[in-house]
């Protein structure tokens, strides 16, 4: 079975500072996806970004950018010039490629200050 | 529809009643999914539906839990005979096939709390 693992359930950062959520997991699959996705009070969760895991290019977008260490079974999210929107809860997400389920982590609280 | 929608967005009920939660897909979606969130934790999958097929029922924690999806679109997670620790927010995502990279697309939710 798939585990994912997100060791810091909360995290605060000033506006316009970079901030990185960590994310390990636990699989003997190969060939599987990971993604971000943002959890806002509103309680809709919104895909951040995402992963495969057969390229070893990291996955950009925009602010949003990941370091992915295939080997250590680590995804970390790295938020660059974070804004005040940018407060959500944010979960690590794991799929493999023979799956539709999605298994996430617990989730990091993350908070920008003004 | 713009997005998924599910109803009602918070349902208090009592030990022991049954409670019915709805989820509206994205039109043309064929892929469903239901989660559970509990206090703290991430999301936990139920159940899947993919078009025709039988669904993948087994994140379901309990026979009390049970879903159904009429007509291909509109989906009702039924509760039955509620327990306390049933209590959680009911999440719900469609995609428009099951393939890996399609984006499950998130409703708002139904609160659930078992009194």
């Known amino acids: 079975a798939q585990t994912v693992t997100q060791s810091q359930p909360e995290m605060s950062v000033q506006e316009a500072e970079t901030v990185t959520l960590s994310c390990t997991y636990d699989t003997s699959e190969n060939n599987y996806y990971l993604f971000w996705y943002k959890q806002p009070p509103s309680r809709q969760m919104i895909l951040v970004i995402r992963?495969?895991?057969?390229?070893?290019q990291n996955a950009t977008e925009n602010r949003f950018s990941v370091n992915f260490q295939k080997a250590a079974k680590s995804f970390s999210l790295k938020i660059s010039d974070s804004q005040l929107g940018d407060t959500a809860m944010y979960f690590c997400?794991?799929?493999?490629?023979?799956?539709?389920?999605?298994?996430f982590g617990e989730g990091t609280q993350l908070t920008v200050n003004p | 529809g713009a997005g998924v929608s599910q109803s009602p967005s918070n349902k208090v009920t009592e030990k022991g009643k049954d409670v019915e939660l709805r989820c509206d897909p994205i039109s043309g979606h064929t892929a469903l999914y239901w989660y559970r969130q509990s206090l703290g934790q991430g999301l936990e999958f139920l159940i899947y539906f993919q078009g025709n097929s039988a669904p993948d029922k087994s994140g379901l924690p309990s026979d009390r839990f049970s879903a159904e999806r009429t007509g291909g679109s509109v989906s009702t997670l039924t509760i039955q005979r509620t327990q306390q620790e049933d209590s959680a927010v009911y999440l719900c995502?469609?995609?428009?096939?099951?393939?890996?990279?399609?984006?499950?697309?998130f409703g708002p939710g139904t609160r659930l709390t078992v009194l």
């Open positions: 992963q495969e895991a057969y390229k070893q």
């Open positions: 997400a794991f799929i493999q490629t023979s799956g539709s389920r999605l298994t």
């Open positions: 995502a469609s995609s428009s096939s099951s393939g890996i990279l399609d984006t499950q697309y």
